[in-house]
């Protein structure tokens, strides 16, 4: 099925860095979601968009619904070793019923 | 308070032999969602209801069907599981309005033996 593409792959930070991560797709999104995944649990959801262009943020985290709603970029601030975990960008179809389409996940490691 | 419940957590089974993962919601939310998700990949839509409005996913093997009794539960019954089937369930639930984000429970994780 389709997937958004997802960067970076993985990433391994020393804590109190920041990082960055994006969605990019082909196709237009009419909600953009973020979700972090602990081993080994469920996703849960970090922080949702629903208007181009809305910036919003969650505590350390701040992410944005970009202009052209075909991307998404999330931002932790200031890493903790509990950011550690699979961050998946997923975006909602703009047709019928809106299914999610998922990102291919970025794994965040964080060193102490 | 446990919002989307799963269980059980983790489930054992033999190849061939029928197994039943369960899930349960307090939110009321009048859709739900089963997902599969492997090793390190995003998770794969099953299939959803809405109400009690059953949608299969084009690419779900018929091995895997799903009952809703009640707006709170819903099952996952895998008929004749394969070594391939081994991975995490994932249930979620949602509204159906604009602002309709998908909450997850924590996953059943299913080893076939």
């Known amino acids: 099925g389709q997937q958004l593409n997802q960067s970076p792959q993985s990433m391994f930070i020393q804590e109190g860095e920041d990082v960055s991560m994006n969605c990019t797709s082909s196709?237009?999104?009419?909600?953009w979601l973020w979700y972090k995944q602990d081993p080994g649990e469920g996703p849960v959801l970090l922080i949702a968009?629903?208007?181009?262009?809305e910036l919003t943020s969650n505590g350390r985290l701040t992410a944005q619904f970009g202009i052209t709603r075909k991307d998404s970029f999330l931002n932790i601030s200031a890493s903790i070793p509990s950011d550690v975990g699979i961050y998946f960008c997923a975006g909602q179809l703009n047709t019928g019923f809106q299914k999610l389409v998922f990102g291919t996940g970025t794994r965040l490691l964080v060193s102490p | 308070d446990a919002m989307v419940i799963q269980n059980p957590r983790y489930q054992v089974t033999q190849f061939g032999k029928p197994v039943t993962l369960s899930c349960s919601q307090t939110l009321n939310h009048n859709v739900m969602y089963w997902y599969q998700q492997k090793s390190s990949q995003a998770p794969k839509l099953l299939f959803h209801?809405?109400?009690?409005?059953?949608?299969n996913e084009a690419d779900t093997p018929d091995n895997f069907q799903s009952r809703r009794p009640n707006t709170s539960f819903c099952f996952l019954d895998i008929r004749s599981p394969g070594l391939g089937d081994a991975a995490m369930y994932l249930c979620?639930?949602?509204?159906?309005?604009?602002?309709?984000?998908?909450?997850f429970g924590p996953g059943t994780r299913l080893t076939v033996l």
């Open positions: 196709s237009i999104f009419n909600t």
């Open positions: 968009l629903y208007k181009a262009g």
């Open positions: 209801y809405y109400d009690k409005d059953f949608n």
């Open positions: 979620a639930t949602s509204r159906l309005t604009r602002e309709n984000e998908q909450f």
